[in-house]
């Protein structure tokens, strides 16, 4: 028997189960926070692709690594914008439940 | 003959049985006698004053965020850190000015009173 | 390693206009931060000048990631004259409503970095950073009002879709790295020429079509555009609706016309579908609105139906005419936004029926916004009409309906701005005192309204410029 190993398909579709995760998060998650965290998901899943590219199709370019770099980092400045505003919105009307922010038509 | 991923198997269940297992053997044997000392909040052994649900001051949550923030900048110093012999002036010149920018942010945060405990 | 750096000088200078203005921010007295608007729109009106200067000096940074063409000369030359005119339209609104000059100021010359970088960028890391730096700029901007429900909850859908958009760009980006290899957008083109069409190019050509459709608001990716244009500072809607959608338009004229050219028929019919409906529901969500930002939202989302018809056919006739339209949309825009900022500022109104009579009591705002919405309209005397000439021309030989449908629409849309121009000169004003306009208002509506005029009796020379620009963009 033949030592399975772990294949681009696998990280790809890990990546894809993960960045659907994230995607079903967003679209039914109420809470600001809860839909913060799930488009981390997304962007963890884009990671994972770029890493699993980087590693089985362009082994000797660090391409993908770098991207990973830059979309960590820019990921977290979304994150601390996202949750200064959060903190904002709640110290004005101490709630962040989305179905609540209906003063704006959505 | 096992494969290797029988190994990772057994090493799966062994581990669910030595985290569960302890906890079982704590509920099964241990015994249970309530008392409402007990059951408060415990902090350093000395009794709570006032709710123990409090709210966090936001203060905590700006420390937090601006962590996070120069934290992860600090990502793009390790690969230039690695490779700093081969990169020469150049690259220090260039790592200078983000850091120079990093600190200007820095400085933006304290004149704002965000290192503040007020 | 040599770099030539005397091509990004531009992008370096506004580097440090942003740090700089910042800095004096910290520096200097609070009275006199007034004038930190003064200096950075002279500085920005410095560097624009840079930009015309080194017209011709074209070239490469960093082994083909950054990439200095006509092409992206002029959508520089674009969002520098739209950060140019909103500085100047929103002086008065920031002193008044906002405070915080400095910080104003700087993000809002960030941001214009952001899209100066997303117009010159040939690869996706770049790509994707210009867009997150104009993005989170954006974010920031829109809920600068920051003890008012309205604009926190406008900046919280923004920062939210903003997010979801941009993780589904990056997923559909990371699989055309995959499948090409590479992230330079020449060579991907150049891959995808050669290469027979994958079922998972089909997902990231898809994945990436949804995610611009976020940034440049076509349906159904539109429903945050209403929302945070409402909420915004009125001068940062305009900045939103110019600077934000045409930086889009860049990026997605570089990845499709350039990195997808080899497999365009797979996503040309997509482009001209997407048009067609973005067209159809923006104009016609249009007609029952009330408040005057919520109109021009829902127009805003109909002109990016138009100017996304020149992507349809991948073209250099289709994309000179979003170039050429890029160029008037802006003009447009800000000279309508310019006008509400400054009635709200003294009204606090935004509704249209307190439109009534404008013209008794402002005739050059009242006119500013006649010329500006005709123009969106394409009516023949004003810029617009040869703008979205240019565009449906490109269409006519293959896809007639999308012309049809445009043309059709054109005409809704003329209702709805009639409207709006019938309230101001029919109605009669409640309040009928002369409105006194400032002079950085009184500037900058005048000579939006020039350029509306001018450029539509005369668009002989920018065309030219236009038609060397998109050349130069298909000679790598």
């Known amino acids: ?106 | ?118 | 390693m040599q770099m030539d750096f005397s091509v990004i000088i531009p992008e370096i200078a506004m580097v440090s206009l942003g740090v700089l203005v910042l800095i004096l921010g910290l520096i200097l007295p609070k009275k006199s931060l007034p004038r930190l608007g003064w200096f950075t729109s002279f500085s920005l009106i410095g560097i624009l000048a840079l930009v015309v200067l080194n017209w011709n000096n074209v070239g490469t940074v960093s082994g083909g990631l950054y990439l200095i063409d006509q092409f992206s000369q002029f959508f520089k030359v674009i969002f520098l004259t739209a950060a140019i005119l909103v500085v100047f339209g929103s002086m008065a609104y920031v002193d008044k409503h906002l405070g915080g000059q400095a910080e104003y100021y700087s993000i809002l010359v960030f941001s214009t970095l952001g899209m100066m970088v997303m117009a010159s960028a040939n690869d996706f890391i770049t790509m994707y950073l210009g867009l997150e730096l104009m993005t989170i700029s954006f974010i920031v901007l829109v809920c600068f009002r920051r003890n008012d429900s309205e604009s926190l909850e406008a900046g919280m859908k923004y920062v939210l879709l903003a997010g979801i958009s941009s993780a589904v760009l990056l997923y559909g980006l990371s699989l055309i790295y995959g499948i090409a290899g590479t992230v330079l957008v020449v060579e991907v083109g150049m891959i995808l020429a050669v290469q027979q069409s994958l079922p998972l190019l089909l997902v990231g050509v898809v994945m990436l079509v949804a995610g611009l459709g976020f940034k440049i608001a076509a349906v159904p990716f539109h429903m945050w555009a209403p929302d945070v244009y409402q909420g915004a500072p009125t001068p940062i809607t305009s900045f939103l609706a110019v600077g934000s959608k045409m930086a889009s338009f860049a990026i997605l004229i570089r990845i499709f016309v350039l990195g997808m050219f080899g497999v365009s028929l797979s996503w040309g019919i997509l482009m001209a579908i997407l048009a067609g409906v973005t067209i159809i529901i923006g104009n016609l969500v249009a007609i029952p609105q009330t408040n005057i930002k919520r109109l021009m939202a829902y127009s805003g989302i109909a002109q990016a139906g138009y100017i996304l018809v020149g992507m349809v056919t991948a073209s250099q006739a289709g994309v000179k005419a979003i170039m050429f339209y890029g160029f008037i949309y802006i003009f447009a825009v800000v000279g309508v936004f310019t006008a509400i900022s400054y009635y709200y500022n003294l009204t606090g109104s935004d509704e249209i029926k307190d439109y009534a009579g404008l013209s008794q009591r402002s005739p050059l705002m009242a006119a500013t916004m006649v010329v500006s919405m005709l123009t969106m309209a394409g009516i023949p005397p004003f810029a617009g009409f040869v703008g979205k000439f240019y565009l449906f021309m490109t269409v006519v030989e293959n896809y007639l309906w999308l012309a049809i449908i445009g043309l059709i629409m054109s005409m809704v849309s003329v209702y709805y701005y009639l409207m709006v121009v019938l309230v101001m000169y029919r109605d009669r004003p409640q309040d009928s005192s002369p409105i006194v306009v400032s002079l950085p208002v009184r500037m900058t509506l005048i000579f939006t309204m020039l350029v509306s005029v001018v450029l539509g009796v005369y668009p002989g020379p920018l065309s030219e410029i236009i038609n060397k620009a998109a050349l130069s963009f298909f000679m790598h």
């Open chain 2, 1 to 118: 003959m096992l494969s290797v991923w029988g190994a990772v198997l057994i090493f799966l269940i062994v581990g669910v049985i030595f985290g569960v297992g302890g906890m079982l053997a704590g509920y099964i044997l241990a015994p249970r006698r309530k008392s409402a000392q007990k059951s408060i909040a415990y902090e350093c052994g000395v009794d709570t004053i006032g709710p123990t649900w409090v709210q966090f001051r936001t203060s905590y949550f700006l420390y937090a965020l601006l962590f996070v923030i120069f934290d992860v900048e600090i990502i793009y110093l390790y690969p230039w850190a690695i490779k700093f012999q081969s990169l020469g002036l150049f690259a220090f010149v260039e790592m200078i000015i983000f850091l120079a920018i990093l600190v200007v942010g820095l400085w933006y945060a304290w004149k704002e009173g965000a290192f503040e405990w007020t």
């Open chain 1, 1 to 106: 028997m033949p030592t399975p190993s772990i294949t681009l398909e696998h990280y790809l579709i890990l990546g894809a189960v993960l960045f659907g995760i994230g995607l079903f998060g967003v679209l039914t998650k109420k809470n600001a926070i809860a839909v913060l965290i799930s488009i981390e998901l997304m962007l963890c899943a884009v990671n994972i692709n770029l890493l699993a590219f980087n590693k089985y199709i362009t082994p000797e370019a660090f391409i993908g690594q770098i991207f990973a770099i830059f979309v960590i980092t820019v990921a977290a400045a979304e994150v601390g914008v996202g949750l200064a505003i959060i903190i904002a919105i709640y110290r004005n009307r101490l709630n962040i439940n989305l179905e609540d922010f209906d003063w704006l038509k959505w």
